[in-house]
């Protein structure tokens, strides 16, 4: 099927325009490739599969109407993933405006689009950050989301709410994908383990909220693309079993519609993610134990078992096993001589893998 996959030039949208590609797919990418951070990589990521016979790339920015409504009309794609959005959860108080251009206006074109040209199913990306204050642990879709902590967050749940709408009125199919702290090769470089990386092998210090005692469901890259295909691939209608008197955010009994946690379901402190790293590395890291940032969260767990029950898929990967291959990507992409520690991180982490499934078999 012909797919429109927005944000093909970002993390995650590259890896799952790679997948698409792999299986047989026809993508259509969109994305604008904004300086926000390194263009280069971005174009790096691009080139991967920019030459596939099977992959179209269209420049322009979701908050261009006419751009957008341009991009459906010319392609008309069967199905969308709709990752693009205005990266950095800072940014968004620092410029809130350009924010909610890009992800609640943007948003607004790309549903529309969806709208008017018969698209058979909406997939997009949310996020972890709308449970904000909940500390109900761990985090389950069928729990209500009403105090989110960041205006990114807020952004995201505009998005859940104006999916359901649409759903209802016109009856689009949407799954909402709430990922849980995604990492791994071609990540961002304001992410944490991109930052901590690089200033390990500087030699400068890190900077580290909450003391390190964060806890988060750290989700390797490769299981968020397993999640997202496996949801694109799976329609969602209308929950019969839905009562409006004690209604459940994940479904709808009146339009077809889904919300979905995509994440680990093994919460990791933070310090213990920073301590792997430093074994990938071979380096020991100096950190700057700093308190817990406003709009901060100081704990993540995911419940997929929806996930699990509905498309018979769970994230595998640990920190150990994905760490260990994030630095050997990044060592091989900056240039910088690997240490041979990293293979046996890695070599470690199958074996415990391996364990892991002969004792669950």
């Keep these: 099927m012909k797919v429109l996959v927005t944000g093909t030039a970002g993390f995650i949208g590259s890896h799952v325009a790679m997948e698409l590609l792999a299986r047989g797919d026809e993508v259509v990418g969109f994305d604008n490739l904004n300086d926000y951070y390194d263009v280069s990589l971005k174009r790096a990521r691009l080139a ?11 420049h322009g920015d979701l908050a261009d109407r006419d751009a957008v409504e341009s991009l459906f009309r010319t392609h008309r794609p069967d199905r969308v993933v709709h990752l693009a959005a205005q990266a950095g959860v800072r940014y968004a108080a620092e410029n809130p405006h350009v924010y909610v251009a890009s992800n609640v206006t943007g948003f607004l074109h790309v549903i529309e689009g969806c709208r008017h040209h018969d698209v058979a199913h909406l997939v997009y ?10 500390t109900a642990m761990p985090f389950s879709e069928h729990q209500l989301t009403e105090h ?6 807020a952004t995201k749940k505009a998005n859940e709410a104006m999916a359901h709408s649409y759903a209802h009125l016109y009856g689009l199919p949407s799954t909402g994908l709430r990922f849980f702290t995604v990492y791994g090769p071609w990540g961002r470089p304001d992410m944490a383990l991109f930052l901590f990386t690089r200033a390990i092998l500087a030699g400068e210090p890190l900077r580290v909220f909450n003391h390190g005692r964060h806890k988060r469901s750290f989700t390797y890259i490769d299981d968020i693309v397993g999640g997202v295909v496996r949801a694109l691939d799976r329609v969602p209608t209308a929950d019969t ?4 008197n004690q209604p459940d955010p994940a ?11 995509l994440g680990s379901d093994q919460s990791v402190e933070l310090l213990h993610y920073i301590e792997v790293l430093e ?22 767990e995911a419940d997929c078992s929806d996930l699990a029950r509905d498309m018979d898929y769970a994230p595998r990967i640990t920190v150990e096993e994905g760490v260990a291959k994030f630095v050997e990507w990044y060592c ?3 240039g910088i001589a690997r240490r041979r520690r990293v293979d046996r991180v890695r070599r470690k982490a ?8 002969v004792l669950e078999s």
């Design 125 to 134: 990306a949310s996020t972890s950050s709308v449970y904000g204050a909940n």
């Design 332 to 334: 091989r992409y900056y």
């Design 279 to 300: 074994e990938c590395l071979g380096r020991r890291a100096t950190l700057q134990l700093l308190p817990l940032q406003a709009g901060d969260v100081p704990a993540t």
């Design 48 to 58: 991967r599969f920019a030459a596939h016979p099977g992959y179209t790339h269209v």
């Design 241 to 244: 079993n839905w009562l409006g």
């Design 251 to 261: 479904t709808s009994g009146v339009a077809p519609y889904r919300l979905y946690n």
């Design 350 to 357: 199958r074996g415990s893998l391996a364990a892991m499934q």
């Design 148 to 153: 989110p902590l960041t205006l990114y967050a």
